[in-house]
């Protein structure tokens, strides 16, 4: 399991004030208001303490004014830092949800083998979606048609999703009809 999560990256200042414009990396951008403070990663190898003063939405950003942060100069000092929080400092989950960051890499299973690796999540809006690089003998050979199948799109839903063990690093699932090119 992951320690610590990535919840966005600085793209740009915002205002003189010290302001910056974060392109987050979370399912919801609300749970920046949530938050006391994160850790700023620079690509330098530089780490510092953040700690949240305002926040505010902008389209699909989140304009944070951090008590650090004092000027433009400052702000853009910072441009394509990545903030991150511990575990501890992460927003809590519900029952049956899971980090992103704990689900990347863990195997999956269907009734007869493993599958593959799940490699992304995707965030359609209805309903999440698993995406899974196949097991090489599972992969899905071509033909004149259609290039060989390496991956397979599982929504998150009940009738898929049959249990996700984190500590054991597996997810249980059921194919529907049609996600693999070769079943019935």
Known sequence: MESEFKIGEIVDSHGVRGEVKI???TDD????KKLKECELRTKKGERMTLHFK?????????IVKFEEINDMDQALAYKHAELYVDRAHATPLHEDEFYVADLIGIEVYDETSKLGTLKEVLFTGANDVYVVELEEDRIVKGDEKHKPQKEVLIPAI???ILSIDIE???MNVKLLN???RNQE
Do not use: D, H, S
């Open 23 to 25: 392109y987050p990396t």
């Open 29 to 32: 951008v609300k749970r920046y």
């Open 54 to 62: 305002q926040v505010k939405f902008f389209k699909q950003y989140a």
């Open 158 to 160: 009940k009738e898929c």
């Open 168 to 170: 054991n690093e597996r």
């Open 178 to 180: 049609g996600l693999l």
